[in-house]
């Protein structure tokens, strides 16, 4: 599970640096920012993923769409809260985990 874990994370980072960079978020300050909501919201994401679909036996669609809400939420809070200079928090959290999640799944099927 560990592994799980820090290859998510790691993936997830990639992603979503370069999604920001891509956005146009400079400044070693909010790069930080969008590295550290990554590393608050993904590991127990993927935690309560794997537990409600493999040890409880939900449905992985809807549990996925459960979790990746609750973390788009988490984030765009995180980021109104913490960012100086990112526009359209909400929209930002939105995208790059639709980006990191659509890439993660294109990832798993090579």
């Known amino acids: 599970m560990l592994s799980i874990l820090a290859v998510s994370l790691l993936l997830t ?26 590393c608050l919201t993904n590991p127990p994401a993927v935690l ?26 988490a984030e765009w809070r995180c980021y109104r809260a913490c960012s100086e200079s990112l526009r359209h928090p909400f929209r930002f959290a939105l995208l790059a985990n639709l ?4 890439a993660g799944c294109i990832l798993n099927m090579i």
Do not use: K
């Open 99 to 102: 980006f990191s999640y659509g």
């Open 48 to 73: 309560f993923y794997h537990t409600a679909a493999g040890l409880w036996r939900w449905p992985g669609l809807p549990t996925t769409a459960a979790v990746e809400c609750i973390a788009v939420l």
């Open 13 to 38: 980072l990639l992603l979503e640096l370069g999604f920001a960079l891509a956005w146009g978020v400079r400044g070693r300050r909010e790069l930080l920012t969008v590295a550290l909501v990554n």
